[in-house]
DNA sequence: ATTATTTTACCGAACGTTCGGTAATTTTAA
DNA sequence: TTAAAATTACCGAACGTTCGGTAAAATAAT
């Protein structure tokens, strides 16, 4: 019996590979976050530091099926009621805007030059998700791919100026504009 | 007589910062990319890599000045001509959107820890001179500024999306879009 | 059912490497 | 000839990683 869940290691070493990305993460914290020590978190992963990584951008990236693309090509919802419920999720798992985006975190060039394929994968999903939510509002294929990257665009970069000056106001009225971009 | 000058190792270490953050950047590779010695380096930067990293900052802070706040405030241009004149620094100092934001780079936690506040005051100078662009159009003062910071979160945000993707185009797209947003 | 064996989970200590940083020395230039 | 600039050589500390070993749980054999 594992003294610390998968789940637990996977949220630990999510939140530090968030804030500190792949060089600033150290196995001390990343142990520390866990809850377990140094070698045992090699028990955990013989790969070391990029199987841990490549296992928090695998979580990332079923949380993304779970959380958006499911939500957002759900037809038992009408649409509306769908991008509700994926922006609530989107707007959870960023902490209102305080917490930092993981594929940003990864994506200065170290990150990049090793897990690149799974985070342009990551992204891909989540265009896709809302790609398949504008053409449920009537839009066609390419205004829909449009509007996504659109969408996007203003999560990301709303996160960079929420962080940057401290506050949650700048992520918040994106996600309002998100919403008001697939009204019906 | 310097045998390589402050602008050479200010740009070879805005290089390397902007690529791989503060966790990220070495002092051997700093070093490389100035073209001195790591010592060498230190003898420039007696404060280390925190001194590099002030002094990346403020050179970025006067391009910022000379680039977009000078430009877009110019009252012996026309607005469309400063707006112009702006973006295409920004596009140049961005590499058509290959090159990285150092602003992102140096927020993950241990660089807005250092330099926060030269962060947000980087990124306030920014709003500040397209929000002045937004008042010569005729908006008064809180439309300006809400421009400014979508124009800002598309810019940041478009950055993010074409590094992952590997394709200038979201960047450019970003670029043409504020472009639209301030025609009159 | 009980013992013997293997496997799993974990940890403390240490590995070699690389880190940021310093001291002493040589080179350059005024 | 003297001061500044650059280099070589080096340091302790922290890094990611590995190892030897212990305790507990699961499995196999009696």
């Known amino acids: 019996m594992a003294k610390v869940s998968d789940i637990e290691i996977l949220n630990g070493l999510m939140s530090v590979f968030r804030s500190k990305g792949y060089d600033g993460a150290s196995l001390n914290e990343l142990a520390e976050a866990t809850g377990l020590k140094k070698a045992s978190l ?27 693309y499911k939500v957002l090509s759900d037809e038992k919802l009408v649409p509306t009621q769908r991008l509700k419920e994926a922006l609530d999720n989107i707007n959870a798992v960023y902490n209102e805007g305080r917490e930092v985006c993981l594929y940003r975190s990864l994506s ?21 998700s809302f790609s398949i939510l504008g053409k449920a509002v009537g839009q066609d294929a390419e205004t829909a791919m449009q509007m996504a990257k659109q969408s996007f665009i203003e999560v990301q970069g709303s996160l960079v100026l929420s962080k940057a000056m401290d506050s949650t106001e700048p992520f918040q009225n994106a996600i309002q504009q998100i919403k008001n971009r697939y009204k019906t």
């Open 42 to 68: 090699y028990h955990r992963f013989p790969g070391g530091k990029k199987e841990m990584t490549a296992a928090v951008l695998d979580f990332m990236e079923s949380w993304i099926n779970d959380k958006v």
């Open 108 to 128: 200065m060039d170290t990150g990049m030059a090793l897990f690149g394929e799974k985070i342009e994968k990551g992204i891909n999903q989540w265009l896709e």
